[in-house]
């Protein structure tokens, strides 16, 4: 058995420790936000907080996760969430969609650490999550535009 | 340009003491072309011993890592994909962290990601690109590079330290260290007790790759 | 547009076909229609009964039903918008459902069935949906009238509110919607004059905006019913190759694994969740009849098609005399062009969700051609059509996988729910790996090609050969698509150029292999763009002319061409020097009814080409939404630009060599340039925009690596560059 703190929430789960953090959360807890792209570590679409920090779900097994705060796209909140979700609404980023619950987990991450982020900070930032769709010339622009909003 | 310590240390060569020493220093060298029948904490000994430690930090599982600003993957030293960069604290930049893919226990089975604890790039000046096995060789011996660590602590280090000895348990589609730990701890004995002898730009047998290696260009971005 | 006659497959047909389907359809009519096809308006009589495309709730809310696919290009905003235009709807109030399944209620116009593709939706629908809107503001504005005794010329429509002015009476829709929906359709509609338009050719939000940026947004990947299980495949490494023998005894051991099943198209691994499935998968032990396995490399095959051009070919245009016009020219360009195998690598793999119900079948899926699904669903499991109900879901990207004529991913499904006897509901599911190793790839090309010029800088002739595997051959498409055995996706972009070209023979050159092929956003295009526009460029400075004003030359018939390409060249600073370490390249290309000119502005870092700046100007007609046909043509570049600078599906021993985004990796932020899109102003009807700016992203890159180095690359990927100029 093992306890997981998601989204504020502690779920107690009857699963194999070395389950990926992604499959957890998809399957047992319905948490379907989170997304499987890669399954390793390579497109970002799994991307989900724990502690504050982007981490790759589909990279992190349950046991490991345990004792840490995880926090998904359906549990982010807070003014650079808020900024950024309203950011990518205003300019509509998205296109199909599936990759943009990673970006904008990361997107937070990088706001929240660097509120006047540079396009090369917004480039090492998202240089893990990938868009098929082309959707990164709006990506930057709603950073820098949450940003602005912060300010 | 780093100096290069003289091959034999420096003689006084007044007196037949001192010609005596530079004699018998000589016979020793020329005796020791056969570093098996020669005394075991000999230069000639450690410096052989010092071509398998070459091999062991120059092989993609350490030198990948040994890098200035972003790792190497792969036995074919490709530039780690996805980008990455070694950020102000050597664990990655923001929202791209080392530790957001790499588990700090172990290698992840479902997505071959690897992991051991205290994954990150080597500290800067544990720079090894590039370098030429002389120059490697000061490299790993000097403290003010090394971590602080004198012989004992390098033996240490290399023989015990965890991230150091994922390097044989690399995981999925990862060659191990082409050396057996056990033969580098012995390598690095040996090398510590002959005092760390180090090359002059004499061209270490080192494999083809690891040559190709210690030349490669970081990819640039 | 003329309608094509009904094609009713044999029994033999269908059952040899495997995949075939049963029953009526009418196909591929855009694959084999001139361009400007699609920039005319339906036919009549076209179906726009509101009560098959809307539904208005007593809560004032319209759902457009989208008999399209939502493949991330916007087409449910886009649909809406038409609708909302003539409904006089207020934006906010308008939300958007994916339509069921049905072949005629729901047919694509332009395909005579229910399906996504060709970059036809909005060119199909525009006429049909903006008089859903007209008829459903018809029958609100009697329904009100007779509810409120006035005349109904007296009562207006005004942003979601219906007004009798002189009563001062006002209402929402809901209040008179069920009585609307049940009055007689109008037999006739008048359509708003253009000056009218208050959202289209205006910028409107997304309606999936909110649900795609909050985790909200459910995918087939997400779809869940009670009792699901979840199955991954083992298919075959290599191409053509059959299971020979299973053993299945260590997955069943995998906690989580309920059965093991074996399929047409390998071995399905059913569990209680996905990671076990994917355990599950790997624990099993199947021995491969490889007999009839594609083993050859890459180069192999190129070696095979390059062999196969030495003979005449297929021809499939003979325009004047090319050998002839050869003799005549003073300066010969020649040269091959080589093509790689490409994975479409959508987001979402491919997977759906299969359950049984009393009356048939229900799918849920990214489904493109639903038509098609649904009969090769109802075909493997011994359906008829109209018991198959598929829920299309939002797809996450499919650049043209999620369509396949032998509706592979939805046969598998269905095989799958039969062999373990529909006791609970299935999920497939592709792993990334199933994705970039699975086939059906942008077929490997080889091209050769000889023009020349004469004296006067003219063109005199052009010979051009074309050497793949037919996409519609051997499927359902192929008698639509394919006369003489040529296919016309090989090519498209050739045959039908904009360029005055007189002298003109191309020849095509049917290859054969096991590797499963299918059609790449932009098709033929994307391939025979690359040749045309990176031959313009040599054949220009052959003939000492500026690359631009050479082409406006030859595209002097059609002043919308001459048109995109000026807008392009002007707002790119063409003809100004470029400052140093960078080079500036031009292409144009016309597809799927729509001129695209791009200037792309490259560098160099080391040996790798930097592209940093892409210049687009489009006419695709009316933009009936300039902001979301922006994001098109930005989305292309993402899209394509990895294709450019490294993708390839490469072989060894006939495995594929790649396997995910580390080896087949897709544009990454970091390299995304600047892009800069300009729409030429039109009345004319909206033709499409998801695939035509992918074709001259390409050449335009490379022309403008040979205007900064000199070196003339002729394959894709470019290769790394000799940064000496």
Redo the contacts between chains.
Sequence with gaps: MVTLNINGTEHVLDV?P???LL?AL???L????????????????CTVHIDG????S????VG?AVGKSIT???GVTGKVAQAV?KA??DI??????????GQ?M?AI??LA??PAPTDA????????????????????KAIHQAARELA | MRKHRPLRPSVNPSGWLALLAVALVVALLLVSRDASSAPPTSRANGLSAFGTIAIVVTNPRCLNCHQADRPLQGDDRHAHIPRVERGPDNLGAVGMRCTGCHSLHANNDSSDVPGAPNWSLAPLSMLWQGLSPGALCQALKDPARNGKRNGAALMEHMGKDKLVGWGWNPGQGRAPVPVPRSELVKAMKTWVAAGMPCPDEVVMNLPSDAAGALGKEPWSH | MPVLPTVRPTRRQVLQGGAAAAGALVLGTYVTLPRRAFAQAAPAPINYDPNVFLRIGEDDSVTVLSKHLEMGQGVSTGLATLVAEELDAKWSSIRFEHAPNNPTKYANLAFGMQGTGGSTSMANSWEQMRKVGAAARVMLVQAAALRWGVAPAEVEVEDGTILHRASNRKSGFGLHASAAMALPVPTTVTLKDPKAWKYIGKRVPRLDSKSKTTGKAVFAMDFKRPGMLTAVVRRPELFGATVARVDASAAMKIPGVVEVVQIPSGVAVLAKDTWSAMRGRDALRITWDTKNAETRSVEDMLADYRKALSAPGLVALRRGDAAKGLTRATKTVEGEFTFPFLAHAPMEPMNAVMERTPDGVEMWGGSQLQTLDTNVAAQVLGLKPEQVSIHTMFSGGSFGRRANGASDWTAELANIVKAMKARAPVHVVWTREDDIRGGFYRPLALHQVRAGVDDAGQIVGWHHQVASKSIMIGTLMEPFSVKNGVDSTTVEGIVDTDYALGDLTVEAYNQKTAIPVLWFRSVGNNHTAFVMETMMDELARAAGKDAVLFRQALLAKDPRAVAVTKLAAERAGWGAPVPPGKGRGFAYHHSFGTRVAMVADVSLVGSEIRVERVVAAVDCGVAVNPDLVVSQVEGAVGFALSTVLRNRITLNGGRVVQGNFNDYEPTRIWEMPRVEVHIVPSSEAPSGIGEPPVPPLAPAIANAVHALTGQRLRSLPLAPVNSSV
Excluded at chain 1, 30 to 45: H, M
Excluded at chain 1, 53 to 56: G, L, Q, T
Excluded at chain 1, 58 to 61: K, V
Excluded at chain 1, 92 to 101: I, L, R
Aim: proline share 1%; hydrophobic share 35%.
């Design positions: 194999d070395r389950m990926p499959w998809r399957d047992r319905d948490l379907v936000g989170t997304k499987f792209g890669c399954g390793r570590a390579q497109c970002g679409a920090e982007a981490a790759r589909c990279s992190i097994r490991d998904t796209i359906e979700q990518w609404q509509d980023v998205v296109q199909c969609g599936y990759c943009q619950s904008i990361s991450v990088l650490a660097k900070d917004i480039d090492s930032a998202l240089a893990g999550n990938v868009c098929r769709c082309g959707t990164y010339v709006r990506i930057r």
